[in-house]
């Protein structure tokens, strides 16, 4: 397997965690427990079948006192990691971390707006509002479309294609920059906004 230029063997590297684990003299499930992950994820490092993410592999060279590089290449190369190393492994751990409560965020945000959108169609729909009132009929499908518009932006972020997209997007239009009321805002305008597309396209194209 290729990262970033560099061959890494997992199955080598497996069998160098788990050669780690038993030097300790510890199961599975007790590393699992010092790392804050479960023991079916300790198996599969150790079987070659997954890596540990850059946050993990920090923990995991400062429990074994060993270096990031040494873990990578699957062997001891020295017996501690060095300051420079640690000090590049932390800002990696701390930008990983960083990024998935951000994402965490974003996904909580969403989610909080589909609930709306479908508590808000379900009592339109049971107390008959949308029948009478032409604006009410309009919000009830808007409500209805921004419910599967959550759907699909929180698989994106889940798959990290929003971040793809808006990592290329930023030179144009720096949404970081807003205050966090105006991102609520401009969040909500461009989710209506895109449910009010996606609702023209169904009605106008497939007669829905």
Not at 107 to 119: E, H, N, R
């Amino acid at each position: 397997m290729m990262k970033g230029g560099v061959e890494v063997d997992q199955v080598k590297i497996g069998n160098f965690l788990k050669k780690l684990r038993k030097e300790k003299g510890i199961t599975q499930e007790q590393l699992a427990e010092i790392l804050n992950v479960s023991g079916r994820t300790v198996s599969r490092w150790e079987t070659g079948n997954n890596m540990p993410d850059i946050s993990i592999l920090v923990d995991i060279a400062d429990y074994y006192d060993i270096s990031i590089p040494e873990i990578i290449s699957g062997e001891r190369k020295s017996e501690m990691m060095n300051e420079e190393e640690r000090k590049i492994a932390k800002t990696m751990s701390d930008y990983a971390t960083t990024e998935k409560e951000k994402i965490f965020k974003e996904m909580k945000l969403q989610s909080v707006m589909g609930v709306c959108a479908l508590v808000l169609y379900w009592i339109l729909h049971e107390t008959g509002a949308y029948m009478y009132n032409d604006v009410l009929g309009k919000l009830a499908g808007y409500c209805e479309t921004l419910v599967s518009v959550s759907v699909i932006m929180m698989a994106a972020f889940t798959t990290g294609s929003l971040s793809k997209v808006r990592s290329k997007s930023r030179k144009v239009f720096v949404f970081e920059n807003f205050s966090k009321p105006m991102q609520l805002v401009v969040t909500a305008v461009v989710a209506f906004g895109g449910a009010a597309v996606i609702k023209l396209v169904l009605v106008y194209f497939f007669g829905l």
